[in-house]
């Protein structure tokens, strides 16, 4: 009687492929490592979760003293606190997606060399517990929002209903940036290095601390261009009715986000086939 195998492992060397109903069939595993890692990150600490809420409270409150007291850039007649504190929130999501995802081949190369599950699932899994941590902050910041709109300091915009789709672009173009850089650190460890620098420069290069509408020229162009320019002004778009909602520099930074993660998968596709023999 032949025999009948019920899985085959097989390498793709042609085209990108992530297989859903693999991952699918692997979602126990994905749920197993977002729990540890949340637990892992807050154990042996006092105050557990809530640094997740005391990190961006206290940065918020740094830029409102620094830039809005002393430096005076305006906000968009936004009360100065929640301006801030919505920039640093949704920032805190990107570069979270990004720094997890640079090192996922040396951070999980213990597992990788042991057992087989689709590698994908570690980008996933950085996703998701990163989105997590990212509910707690929100929800922080709804608080102080809610509390401001009961005063009469704004009114929110249509334009709440893009924020999930805002999430999803957020995560994905934080996690295709670092999946890009994965490829390299893998074998160089001072870009590692190099990435905390980078984010830094990033953040300073997004209006997260200052309004688009205070730039001009060709750094307002360049603000544009960049994809978390105009998703950051979307959001206080939609929260403040203020800021800057520009509809194509918006689908520009969509069309920047899909070409970044058609290139991260291919690295990454790529790169997992070699990265037993590198690290």
């Not at 899994?125 to 997590?132: H, M, R, V």
């Not at 902050?137 to 929110?156: D, E, K, N, R, S």
């Not at 918006?250 to 998968?265: F, P, Q, R, S």
């Amino acid at each position: 009687m032949p025999e009948q195998w019920m899985t085959i492992i097989s390498a793709d060397q042609k085209r990108v492929v992530i297989d859903f109903r693999e991952v699918w069939r692997y979602r126990d595993l994905i749920g197993l490592y977002v729990r540890r890692s949340f637990k892992a990150l807050y154990r042996q600490t006092l105050l557990g979760p809530l640094w997740l809420i005391i990190g961006p409270l206290f940065s918020t409150v740094v830029f409102t003293v620094i830039f809005g007291n002393i430096a005076q850039i305006p906000t968009d007649s936004v009360p100065k606190f929640v301006f801030y504190m919505v920039g640093n929130t949704t920032w805190s999501l990107f570069s979270g997606s990004v720094t997890s995802n640079s090192n996922v081949f040396r951070a999980n190369s213990g597992v990788f060399e042991k057992v087989y599950f689709p590698r994908i699932i570690m980008p996933i899994t950085s996703l998701a517990s990163g989105f997590l941590s990212y509910c707690i902050q929100f929800g922080m910041f709804l608080i102080f929002w809610v509390y401001f709109l009961l005063a009469g300091a704004y009114t929110p915009s249509w334009a709440l209903l893009l924020i999930p789709l805002l999430w999803i672009e957020i995560s994905i173009l934080g996690a295709s940036v670092g999946l890009v850089i994965s490829a390299f650190t893998k074998r160089y460890r001072d870009l590692q290095i190099a990435v905390g620098f980078g984010m830094s420069l990033w953040m300073y290069l997004t209006p997260v601390v200052y309004p688009l509408s205070e730039a001009g020229g060709l750094f307002r162009l360049a603000l544009q261009i960049n994809p978390m320019g105009p998703v950051i002004e979307t959001f206080r778009f939609a929260f403040f009715s203020s800021g800057t909602f520009s509809a194509p520099f918006l689908l520009l930074g969509l069309a920047e986000t899909i070409g970044l993660c058609w290139l991260g998968l291919r690295l990454f596709a790529k790169t997992e086939r070699m990265v037993m023999d590198t690290i």
